[in-house]
Nanobody, 114 residues
Framework: VQLQASGGGLVQPGGSLRLSCAAS????????MGWYRQAPGKQRELVAT???????NYADSVKGRFTISRDNAKNTVYLQMSSLKPEDTAVYYC?????????WGQGTLVTVSS
């Protein structure tokens, strides 16, 4: 199983980025997908999830600013991030989950700074 995250980088406060996570080795359409993040010195936290039936859930800190979506034809999950704040700086990880199976990608760094 591989989860390849991409799209991170340096962005100014108020800017936007779109993260992508391409999955292989799993039946993508039946997995719940999620984005998590870990800032320096902090624990990993949930950012957003999307179920196999397209039900979404967001951390309060990103509601109204971030949007998670999935394209089952491309085996890819996205995280559109807008109105970025310095506190959004973190390594963002992609996750795939179904029943007892839980898979993680390698992470992509997002830095929000002027």
């Amino acid at each position: 199983v591989q989860l390849q995250a991409s799209g991170g980088g340096l962005v100014q406060p108020g800017g936007s980025l779109r993260l992508s996570c391409a999955a292989s080795g799993i039946i993508f359409s039946i997995h719940n997908m999620g984005w998590y993040r870990q800032a320096p010195g902090k624990q990993r936290e949930l950012v957003a999830t999307i179920t196999s039936r397209d039900s979404t859930n967001y951390a309060d800190s990103v509601k109204g600013r971030f949007t998670i979506s999935r394209d089952n034809a491309k085996n890819t999950v996205y995280l559109q991030m807008s109105s970025l704040k310095p506190e959004d700086t973190a390594v963002y990880y992609c996750n795939a989950e179904r029943w007892s199976h839980n898979y993680w990608g390698q992470g992509t760094l997002v830095t929000v700074s002027s």
